[in-house]
T-cell receptor
Framework: AQRVTQPEKLLSVFKGAPVELKCNYS??????LFWYVQYSRQRLQLLLRHISRESIKGFTADLNKGETSFHLKKPFAQEEDSAMYYC??????????FGAGTRLTVKP | NAGVTQTPKFQVLKTGQSMTLQCAQDMNHNSMYWYRQDPGMGLRLIYY???????DKGEVPNGYNVSRLNKREFSLRLESAAPSQTSVYFCASNRDRGPYEQYFGPGTRLTVT
């Protein structure tokens, strides 16, 4: 069965520092991978998906099939990036699996 | 457009009580989902409805039932609540099952004492 692992429950960085939220997956097929974000008092929303190869709010994520990873990166963190981040995988059976989430805090 | 709406926002139940969580979407989506969110566990799928008239079990269906009332509405019922069902419940929808963006409701925080 596929699994999505986010090894860090909590991550804290200072404003302006680079940030990387880790996501590893186990899946034998070709996965579709996503990052969702939940800001304080807001609903969960899509941040980006690997197939789009886009940068949203300065965040990027590269699918590394060799390392089975889809880490989320931003070169200069902002205080408004503080949120809960979920990595998710959609498999060939159309099931969406979410990781346990990482709470990012960006300190001033 | 309201997107995905859920009621109630908060609920406290006693063990053994029943209740129904309501969800509605106005985006003409075919697929709808119910998740529960627990600390350290992420979001786990309880039930889903791939299209109007169909429902299927997800990862953690025990203790729950669902009804896809029409294309817009998808309800989740707890017949006999247990403390283990204390959680935050999210409804979501998307155009179809598969690698498509899911749109989430604001959540229902349920406490079972």
């Amino acid at each position: 069965a596929q699994r999505v692992t986010q090894p860090e429950k909590l991550l804290s960085v200072f404003k302006g520092a680079p940030v990387e939220l880790k996501c590893n997956y186990s899946y034998s097929g070709s996965p579709e991978l996503f990052w969702y974000v939940q800001y304080s008092r807001q609903r969960l929303q899509l941040l980006l998906r690997h197939i789009s190869r886009e940068s949203i709010k300065g965040f990027t994520a590269d699918l590394n099939k060799g390392e089975t990873s889809f880490h989320l990166k931003k070169p200069f963190a902002q205080e408004e990036d503080s949120a809960m981040y979920y990595c998710a995988l959609s498999d060939n059976n159309n099931d969406m699996r979410f990781g346990a989430g990482t709470r990012l805090t960006v300190k001033p | 457009n309201a997107g995905v709406t859920q009621t109630p926002k908060f609920q406290v139940l006693k063990t053994g009580q029943s209740m129904t969580l309501q969800c509605a979407q106005d985006m003409n989506h075919n697929s709808m989902y119910w998740y529960r969110q627990d600390p350290g566990m992420g979001l786990r799928l309880i039930y889903y409805s791939a299209s109007e008239g169909t429902t299927d079990k997800g990862e953690v269906p025990n203790g729950y039932n669902v009804s896809r009332l029409n294309k817009r509405e998808f309800s989740l019922r707890l017949e006999s609540a247990a403390p283990s069902q204390t959680s935050v419940y999210f409804c979501a929808s998307n155009r179809d099952r598969g690698p498509y963006e899911q749109y989430f409701g604001p959540g229902t925080r349920l406490t079972v004492t």
